[in-house]
C-alpha cells in the first residue's frame, strides 16, 4: 500500500486519539500492511512497517486507511519481498479461511480485537488439519471496553502440533485482527577465531 495524501499520521494504536509512533508520512510513502483494518472512530485501521526508504523510518504503526471516494492509503499491487506473513484474516463475528499452509520453522499469530459497542466481547480462535481432525484451540481471549491484542508466540504455536494444510475458524462478536507469521531462524553467532588458543 502506499499513502494518498501528504501528512498522514502513524499512530502507537488504532484510533485518532491514540498517540503519534513516527513523523507524518508524504504522498505516495509504501507501507506493508501487517494486520487489519480493524474499525476504530469510524475509520478502518491497518497495522503497518515501512516499506520506503525516505524518512520518517519506524518499524511498525496503525495508519487510517479511509474511504472511499477519498481513500488515505491505495493499493500499489505490489509484493513486497521477504515478507514473513503466511495468511490474515479481519472482519467482525464469525469467520473461517483455509487451506492455509503451515511449513516447517517457527510460526506466530499477531491478533487484536474490539468491541464496537464497547462492552465485552469473545475472540476464539482454533486451527483443524485439513485432513480432519479435532478443531485445536489457539487462542481464547475476552475483550474488555477498549482495543486488546497480543500474540500466540513460537513456542505456544509449536505446543499446537500442526503442520501442513490447515484451516482456521474465529468465533467472535468482537470486530478483529489476526495475521500468521513465519518467524526468521535466530542466526547462531559464529565462533571467535581469536578465543580459540
Known sequence: MA??????????????DRPIATGLLP???????????????????????????R???????????????????VGTGRVVEGTTAVASMAQAGDAEQGPIE?????????????D??????ALAVSMTPAGGGEPVPA????????VDRGTLQPQS??????????FVSVVSDCAWALTIVRVP??????PDPSASG
Open 55 to 73: 524518512e520518517p523510518n519506524f518499524v511498525e504503526g496503525w495508519v487510517a486507511a479511509g474511504y472511499e471516494p477519498e481513500p488515505l492509503l
Open 27 to 53: 504522498l505516495a510513502f509504501e507501507l506493508e500492511v501487517v494486520l487489519g483494518p480493524i474499525p476504530v472512530d469510524g475509520l478502518a485501521w491497518y497495522l503497518v512497517a515501512d516499506a520506503d526508504g
Open 139 to 146: 487462542i481464547r481471549a475476552t475483550i474488555g471496553t477498549g
Open 102 to 114: 503451515i511449513g516447517e520453522g517457527d510460526h506466530a499469530i499477531r491478533w487484536i480485537g474490539l
Open 116 to 121: 464496537p459497542e464497547r462492552r465485552r466481547c
Open 157 to 166: 504455536f509449536a505446543a499446537l502440533g500442526l503442520r501442513g494444510p490447515v
Open 185 to 190: 531462524p535466530t542466526p547462531t553467532p559464529s
Open 3 to 16: 499513502t494518498s495524501i501528504d501528512g498522514l499520521r502513524v499512530r502507537s494504536l488504532p484510533g485518532t
